[in-house]
């Protein structure tokens, strides 16, 4: 059974660069019936899709982030990361990272989720 | 890209059914049927319970129904049960290739 798990920094300054990542286990991340993608959720409001990656690299962001986001795979680990540049008070969400389902484009699995808060 | 519609809450007491909506657009719900439903008790992470729009994955009661017609896609809970009180919400495909989330509707069971 695939499970997801996002770590990182729980608190990050402003204008300063959130870094997480997503580490897969039971399951290779090198699949080509898979993307791998990152969603967030303010504290009390709804689900925001970020973006996904493929194991070969590949990535699409959701148009309103896309000149802040950047998406990584590193294969040998098992692992993607997420990185948003210029953080304001804004970013402070819980931030999940899920398997996406590439013939039918949902998510199937998803991280338990990570709080970052965005404060100096 | 905006988000998809549905509204902020519903409610139900246990035994009856409701229906959550979910309204986008030719560029979104209208021309896919890759649209799915995620169920998000509080304080947890979310769990798909529809996908392509009336499927559901292994393990999900066959009170959990979805459809679409038009721009619009819903969701029916049949047989209300304590348990399905959380948070719902809808996501689709689109024209850009992007994926969109609903606002999510809160359902409570009375």
């Known amino acids: 059974q695939v499970q997801l798990q996002e770590s990182g920094p729980g608190l990050v300054k402003p204008s300063e660069t959130l870094s997480l990542t997503c580490t897969v286990s039971?399951?290779?991340?090198?699949?080509?019936?898979?993307?791998w993608d990152w969603i967030r959720q303010p504290p009390g409001k709804g689900l925001e899709w970020i973006g996904r990656?493929?194991?070969?690299?590949?990535?699409y962001s959701n148009p309103s982030l896309k000149s802040r986001v950047t998406m990584s795979v590193d294969t040998s680990k098992n692992q993607f990361s997420l990185r948003l540049s210029s953080v304001t008070a804004a970013d402070t969400a819980v931030y999940y990272c899920?398997?996406?389902?590439?013939?039918?484009?949902?998510?199937?699995?998803w991280g338990q989720g990570t709080l970052v808060t965005v404060s100096s | 890209q905006s988000a998809l519609t549905q509204p902020p809450s519903v409610s139900g007491s246990p035994g009856q059914s409701v229906t959550i909506s979910c309204t986008g657009s030719s560029s979104d719900v209208g021309n896919y049927n890759r649209v799915s439903w995620y169920q998000q008790p509080p304080g947890t992470a979310p769990k798909v319970i529809i996908y392509?729009?009336?499927n559901r994955p292994s393990g999900v009661p066959d009170r959990f129904s979805g459809s679409k017609s038009g721009n619009t896609a819903s969701l029916t809970i049949s047989g209300l049960q304590a348990e399905d009180e959380a948070d719902y919400y809808c996501t689709s495909y689109t024209s850009s290739s992007a994926l969109v989330f609903g606002g999510g509707t809160k359902l409570t069971v009375l």
């Open positions: 990656l493929s194991f070969s690299g590949s990535t």
């Open positions: 392509e729009v009336s």
């Open positions: 899920a398997r996406h389902v590439l013939a039918t484009d949902f998510f199937d699995c």
């Open positions: 039971g399951g290779s991340i090198s699949s080509t019936s898979y993307y």
